[in-house]
């Protein structure tokens, strides 16, 4: 597997799961695991949203935030059904585009596309939204002070427990 790969299996596992693949996951590819967690919740960042997080999704949020020093960017979203709001985004992630978690929150990732964003991998997340499919794409992608970056970007659709997607998570990192 690799590390991609990995980092999304911790959102799609059941509950029990959870720890195990994130100590290993954390053992595996050489970083911490983040203990924000238990002393900062993100909670005043879903002022911006215009919906209630479901518990699933504070649960998918609580996993994130554990990899908030993972070596990819990682952002989880709300259902395309919403427009893929943001919900949360690890440190990572955050540090490489320059935007605060409370400038994301609430906002579709399309916040980071501008006029050098070509058609064709926005054509691929559409599809991949539209169908429930996974999948990657490079993007040029603009940081919050307008410079321009090519964006690896993985995205996996995550089920609720009845097998609906819910949720989708990004999966990212710069390549230039």
């Given at each position: 597997?690799?590390?991609?790969?990995?980092?999304?299996s911790?959102?799609?596992?059941?509950?029990?799961?959870?720890?195990?693949?994130?100590?290993?996951?954390?053992?595996?590819?050489?970083?911490?695991?983040?203990?924000?967690?238990?002393?900062?919740?993100?909670?005043?960042?879903?002022?911006?949203?215009?919906?209630?997080?479901?518990?699933?999704?504070?649960?998918?949020?609580?996993?994130?935030?554990?990899?908030?020093?993972?070596?990819?960017?990682?952002?989880?979203?709300?259902?395309?059904?919403?427009d893929?709001?943001?919900?949360?985004?690890?440190?990572?992630?955050?540090?490489?585009?320059?935007?605060?978690?409370?400038?994301l929150?609430?906002?579709n990732?399309?916040?980071?596309?501008?006029?050098?964003?070509?058609?064709?991998?926005?054509?691929?997340f559409?599809?991949?939204?539209?169908?429930?499919?996974?999948?990657?794409?490079?993007?040029?992608?603009?940081?919050?002070?307008g410079?321009?970056?090519?964006?690896?970007?993985?995205?996996?659709?995550?089920?609720?427990?009845?097998?609906?997607?819910?949720?989708?998570?990004?999966?990212?990192?710069?390549?230039?």
């Amino acid at each position: 597997m690799s590390l991609r790969s990995d980092l999304a299996s911790v959102l799609l596992a059941d509950t029990a799961a959870v720890r195990s693949k994130l100590d290993a996951i954390s053992q595996t590819y050489g970083f911490a695991l983040s203990d924000e967690t238990a002393s900062q919740s993100p909670e005043p960042y879903f002022d911006a949203l215009d919906f209630t997080l479901s518990s699933r999704d504070k649960e998918l949020i609580a996993r994130v935030q554990q990899l908030d020093n993972a070596p990819l960017g990682i952002t989880l979203t709300g259902p395309a059904y919403q427009d893929t709001p943001i919900l949360y985004s690890n440190k990572t992630f955050r540090s490489w585009v320059q935007y605060e978690l409370a400038e994301l929150c609430g906002n579709n990732p399309r916040l980071l596309q501008g006029p050098k964003t070509s058609d064709e991998p926005r054509a691929d997340f559409r599809e991949a939204l539209s169908i429930w499919e996974p999948v990657t794409v490079e993007i040029h992608n603009y940081r919050n002070d307008g410079t321009v970056f090519t964006n690896r970007v993985s995205l996996t659709p995550i089920p609720d427990e009845s097998g609906t997607i819910a949720n989708w998570v990004a999966i990212q990192a710069p390549i230039d």
